[in-house]
């Protein structure tokens, strides 16, 4: 079987990492684009480096830019590595502008598409990210969903026949970390934070709709300056950019800036923290899987499971943020809504078995809630 997976953002590495590992366990053919669509190295090489992730066969090199100027770069340059490799499947993954290039490009082509993290909806279309998933899945011959709350989402469009539950590849990219630091001779790794060392709170900002606004942009760096515990906050490239633009100091009151973390530091620095502030969608998950309180600067999350015992909640004013973070810690144990850390064997299963069920340019799949039962977490 050949596969050929297109990436380019940090969290479609991560979720790259198992499916790359079984694929080569199994001596399967694994193609890796690499969209160019994060090339900042602690948010792109660093990642391959630390999950043990062979190079790019390909790196599109796109860069930055809008969300039409960005996918167009890809499209123009996937569309002549397809026509050459010709696949059995091109994986696509998430929601970002790389998932949606690959998968139009793909279309084109009339190669079979899966799409991994099938799903997900925050039902706010104003936001690029949810345009993407909603294409992706429409295209998709085969919707590999995280959760039973994404197949819900899934047959609320009448894409039942195309979806399969499989669990959240996070949680096995988590599991295989968590695995090796508790392992004889393991450690796991302290956050580079300089200054403070005490509790804190560990803080993410990247969506366009917090960081291309100055007014909500300032309010919630008031906010974060705010809090009642020290905040570190990792700062994105769109953050920075942004905040040199509107002249807004990342730093100041309860508020440190820090350079992004690479994925085992980050993943420490997270399960290190007393909660998590964000408006990332990965880092709500990793958040209620290391069993960290986290507060969600959005009206919206495409991860409703977050929310269960009050584990995430959702922040629209800035203003209230000091006080959410001030909450006590949900008792208990987490839920565990997003699999058992196997999802991408049961992926590969999958597609091992169905990669040549039909011809390239006629390519559907049918596999109603039965066939869905079987590879169900």
């Known amino acids: 079987m050949k596969v050929l997976s297109v990436v380019g953002a940090r969290p479609q590495f991560v979720k790259l990492a198992p499916i790359a590992w079984q694929l080569a366990r199994r001596g399967h053919e694994h193609l890796i684009v690499h969209t160019g669509q994060h090339y900042d190295h602690l948010l792109s090489q660093s990642f391959f480096d630390?999950?043990?992730?062979?190079?790019?066969?390909?790196?599109?090199?796109?860069?930055?830019?809008?969300?039409?100027?960005?996918?167009?770069?890809?499209?123009?340059?996937?569309d002549p590595v397809l026509a050459r490799e010709r696949p059995d499947w091109v994986l696509t993954y998430g929601d970002t502008n790389s998932t949606l290039a690959g998968t139009l490009a793909a279309a084109a082509r009339e190669?079979?598409?899966?799409?991994?993290?099938?799903?997900?909806r925050s039902?706010?279309?104003?936001?690029p990210e949810e345009r993407n998933r909603i294409v992706a899945d429409h295209l998709a011959a085969l919707l590999l969903a995280p959760?039973?709350?994404?197949?819900?989402?899934?047959?609320?469009?009448?894409?039942?026949?195309?979806?399969?539950?499989?669990?959240?590849?996070?949680v096995d990219t988590l599991r295989v970390i968590?695995?090796?630091?508790?392992?004889?001779?393991?450690?796991?790794?302290?956050?580079?934070?300089?200054?403070?060392?005490?509790?804190?709170?560990l803080a993410t900002i990247h969506r366009?709709?917090?960081?291309?606004?100055?007014?909500?942009?300032?309010?919630?760096?008031?906010?974060?300056?705010?809090?009642?515990?020290?905040?570190?906050?990792?700062?994105?490239?769109?953050?920075?950019?942004?905040?040199?633009?509107?002249?807004?100091?990342?730093?100041?009151?309860?508020?440190?800036?820090?350079?992004p973390l690479p994925y085992r530091s980050m993943i420490a620095a997270l399960a290190g923290a007393d909660g998590l502030i964000t408006d990332s969608g990965g880092l709500q998950k990793e958040a209620l899987v290391l069993g960290v309180p986290c507060s969600t600067l959005r009206a919206e999350t495409?991860?409703?499971?977050?929310?269960?015992?009050?584990?995430?909640?959702?922040?629209?004013?800035?203003g209230e943020l000091p006080t959410a973070v001030a909450r006590p810690r949900p008792a208990g144990?987490?839920?565990?809504?997003?699999?058992?850390?196997?999802?991408?064997?049961?992926?590969?299963?999958?597609?091992?078995?169905?990669?040549?069920?039909?011809?390239?340019?006629?390519?559907?799949?049918?596999?109603?809630?039965?066939?869905?039962?079987?590879?169900?977490?």
């Open 111 to 120: 190669l079979p598409i899966a799409h991994l993290e099938a799903g997900l």
């Open 333 to 377: 144990e987490p839920p565990t809504p997003f699999g058992d850390g196997e999802a991408a064997v049961r992926i590969i299963d999958v597609l091992a078995s169905r990669a040549h069920d039909a011809p390239h340019a006629q390519y559907t799949i049918g596999c109603g809630r039965a066939a869905a039962a079987e590879v169900r977490t």
């Open 50 to 78: 630390e999950l043990s992730l062979p190079p790019p066969d390909v790196n599109l090199e796109a860069g930055s830019g809008g969300q039409a100027e960005q996918t167009s770069r890809i499209l123009a340059a996937l």
């Open 302 to 318: 495409e991860w409703p499971e977050t929310l269960q015992g009050g584990w995430n909640v959702l922040v629209t004013d800035p």
């Open 147 to 170: 959760t039973t709350v994404a197949m819900d989402n899934l047959a609320a469009e009448g894409l039942t026949t195309r979806s399969l539950l499989v669990g959240d590849l996070m």
């Open 208 to 259: 366009q709709a917090t960081t291309d606004d100055p007014d909500r942009l300032g309010a919630v760096v008031a906010a974060l300056a705010a809090c009642p515990k020290h905040v570190r906050l990792l700062v994105h490239p769109r953050l920075a950019a942004r905040a040199r633009q509107f002249g807004i100091a990342l730093s100041g009151g309860s508020l440190r800036a820090s350079d």
């Open 123 to 127: 039902f706010d279309r104003t936001m």
């Open 178 to 201: 968590s695995d090796q630091w508790a392992a004889p001779g393991g450690e796991r790794p302290s956050p580079s934070f300089t200054g403070h060392r005490g509790r804190y709170l």
